[in-house]
């Protein structure tokens, strides 16, 4: 690209960015719009506000062959939003893009598979992870943002902050989730997370400031999950009701 294409394309991209936090999108979500940006750009090395539908009908082409649909949906999703608040123009073209209709049933875990799963995890925080999340019916980053003080034991009850949709609730908390997260916390103390992250030296680890990472977490449970010889597919799958008996509230 021309450096005064390339910048040209910053200002654009900036823009991008500051538009998608003004219409009040998570952090997720603008990183995977703004990468749609990044990706069709560099798919033609060329600032996006010059390519036409002709070109865009190319591009998703190639990317209906290369990659799934959930993430030709975002791409879609994430132009649609530059071409609306920062190039200020008609997205008409994008009805070219149609993701097919599919309807799957979610994978569910079995009461003895989670069991299994909790059993053979060696690792006191996956474990309390692992029995956090089935327990309470959790999504894997609502556990990882769980805070000290989201707890409330005389109400036996936790505070879910900003789940889906920007939503908060209130999830009953099983007696033995809440005796196994005290024990971990009683491990690290750390001020703030639940489940603070564990990587670096013993005085990085002491000095936590942020929770553990999604894409370690993620890959210790999928080992666990081979290891158990689980066929279904993770992270996307559930706890069958009802819950363990070790995971009543009254256990």
Not at 99 to 115: G, M, T, Y
Request: include cysteine; aromatic fraction near 8%; charge should be positive.
């Amino acid at each position: 690209m021309k450096p005064n294409e390339q910048k040209r394309f910053d200002q654009l991209y900036q823009r991008h960015l500051r538009a998608l936090k003004l219409q009040g999108y998570s952090d997720k979500t603008m990183d995977v719009y703004a990468r749609a940006v990044r990706r069709v750009t560099a798919y033609y090395d060329c600032c996006p506000d010059r390519l036409t539908t002709e070109q865009l009908e190319t591009y998703f082409a190639a990317l209906v062959d290369s990659h799934s649909w959930s993430t030709v949906k975002v791409d879609r999703n994430g132009l649609q939003c530059f071409w609306k608040h920062v190039l200020k123009r008609d997205w008409s073209w994008l009805e070219i893009v149609k993701a097919p209709q599919v309807r799957s049933l979610p994978d569910i875990l079995s009461v003895a598979e989670v069991e299994q799963l909790i059993g053979a995890t060696c690792k006191l925080r996956y474990r309390v992870f692992l029995l956090t999340t089935y327990s309470m019916g959790l999504r894997l980053g609502e556990t990882l943002a769980l805070e000290v003080g989201d707890i409330d034991a005389q109400r036996q009850q936790i505070h879910i902050r900003r789940g889906k949709g920007h939503k908060d609730r209130l999830v009953p908390l099983p007696d033995l989730t809440y005796r196994a997260l005290r024990a971990l916390w009683c491990k690290h103390r750390r001020p703030r997370w639940l489940f603070p992250s564990a990587v670096g030296s013993p005085e990085q680890i002491r000095r936590a400031t942020t929770p553990m990472d999604r894409g370690g977490v993620q890959a210790a449970m999928q080992a666990v999950v081979a290891q158990c010889g689980i066929k279904k597919k993770f992270p996307s799958i559930r706890c069958a009701m009802p819950l363990p008996p070790i995971c009543s509230s009254r256990a």
